[in-house]
């Protein structure tokens, strides 16, 4: 009986020990990486500060009802050597948006691209898996 | 008999508690976070515009750059992507591949558990972290050559050469006319500077007096009050700078270690506005509280 208790106690700690880095920084661990998602939506705003720019959107999902999405890039100077401005998207703007999300299943993403109505691709620095526009799930 | 029944869980009990400990000096990647598949696009430096909002030009390809001024560092100097340095050093980045630890003394080692990086092998939530940096401390030397190094714009009079670096506006001074460091110097974020000419596009910078407070980098190494960092700077040719970072602290680590290998500047035109750049702390309170805490909280149930 004892030895059943030492056992579960040291298999106990060893998963709560291992398991920390997988809680680790936000930055990489909360993403995952190897799913890539397509959304349409529109601007409600769009915050241009560090450490990181955040899109704030709407998105149209199942029986009409409205997702409020996030997603974020890199800070003012990455993205302005990307060929980002502060006024490249504003409240009201139609977007198309790649992003990958984040493992919680919350609605936020970390952008690979963006397209504004005028066609043009704002870039931010995750490699697109699938340009061809069949991506893994897609929404309207 | 009751020793030898409890010898293999003693060894399971011994393993379990110090493998993370290992892994945090000598580790195995494949437990760290799936990288994220990151790069510029191929035309990214076709957008670029500088703080002014004016587009850069792009050097001629081909171009062959002309010989370097002798003794001459002066100019606005550009290392790209190879001065961000998130995980901790470019050349000794903290991404658990055992090469890449530096030699740590049994003091070393000590004053790293007390480190908590928001990147890096032992990275934790960026809220948690205990980095002097996002608490709004100075970066200080060597940090400020080891993260997030931008445009630094290089001034040079015949007493002193003077770094301006983009990240957090900050300034530094070498001196360069023969002086010591003083004797009982006060410790300083940026440390004392004294640099000389090895040869006429050879620059070399030792620099002693540094704050025990800061950071070597972002993955959290730290330093004594023994710290000596010597940087050598290149000058390649007109348009190119190379610098290179040695860290020498016998009190932390056994021999001293490179930390940047020849990273290359690009020289950048004289009209060139460097934009502003800084860690904001109350702009990490909204980011945190809007988007940082929900990506990393609970699931959504």
């Known amino acids: 009986m004892k030895g059943k208790v030492l056992i579960g106690l040291t298999l106990g700690i060893a998963l709560s020990v291992l398991s920390l880095p997988l809680v680790a920084h936000h930055g990489n661990a909360a993403y995952d990486p190897t799913k890539q998602i397509n959304l349409k939506g529109t601007v409600t705003q769009f915050i241009w500060a560090n450490p990181h720019c955040v899109v704030l959107f709407d998105v149209a999902g199942e029986n009409g009802q409205v997702v409020h999405w996030m997603a974020e890039t890199e800070n003012p100077t990455t993205m302005t050597n990307m060929g980002w401005l502060k ?24 952008i690979v691209y963006v397209e504004t109505a005028s066609g043009q691709r704002l870039p931010g620095r995750i490699v697109p898996t699938d340009d061809s526009g069949k991506s893994a799930e897609s929404y309207k | 008999m009751m020793l030898r029944r409890s010898l293999p869980l003693t060894v399971v009990l011994a393993v379990t508690l110090l493998v993370p400990l290992a892994r945090s000096q000598d580790s195995s990647p494949a437990n760290s976070p799936a990288p994220l598949n990151e790069r510029r696009p191929p035309n990214w430096l076709e957008n670029r515009r500088d703080g002014w909002g004016r587009p850069v ?41 055992p090469e890449h630890n530096p030699p740590f003394t049994a003091a070393g080692l000590e004053a790293l558990k007390e480190t908590k990086p928001s990147n890096g092998f032992r990275s934790t939530l960026a809220t948690e972290s205990n980095d002097p940096v996002i608490a709004g401390d100075p970066q200080g030397m060597p940090r400020e050559d080891l993260f997030e190094l931008r445009t630094v714009n290089i001034l040079q009079t015949p007493v002193a050469i003077y770094l301006m670096y983009q990240f957090g506006r900050v300034w530094r001074v070498i001196w360069t006319d023969g002086r010591e460091v003083p ?10 500077s004294l640099g000389k000419w090895v040869d006429d596009y050879t620059f070399v910078v030792e620099t002693t007096g540094l ?23 290149h000058r390649l040719d007109r348009d190119h700078l190379e610098l290179s970072v040695l860290i020498d602290d016998p009190k932390f680590y056994t021999k001293p270690w490179i930390a940047l290998n020849k990273l290359v500047f690009n020289l950048e035109p004289q009209t060139f506005d460097v934009r502003e750049m800084f860690w904001e702390p109350s702009e990490f309170q909204t980011y945190n509280k809007l988007l940082g805490n929900e990506a990393a909280g609970e699931d959504e149930k």
Request: hydrophobic share 30%; proline share 12%; aromatic share 6%.
């Open chain 2, 57 to 97: 030009k792009l050097p001629v390809k081909g171009e062959k750059s002309p010989p370097a001024p002798k003794r001459d560092l002066s100019g606005i100097w550009d290392p790209g992507d190879g001065g961000i340095q998130a995980l901790g050093p470019a050349a000794m980045p903290d991404d658990g591949r």
């Open chain 2, 183 to 192: 004797k009982d110097a006060e410790p300083r974020w940026f440390g004392y």
């Open chain 1, 87 to 110: 006024s490249s998207l504003k409240p009201g703007d139609p977007i198309s948006i790649r992003v990958i999300t984040v493992k919680n299943g919350k609605p936020i993403g970390r």
């Open chain 2, 211 to 233: 704050d025990e407070r800061t950071w070597i980098d972002h993955a959290g190494r730290p330093h004594s009050d023994k710290l000596r960092v010597e940087e050598t700077f």
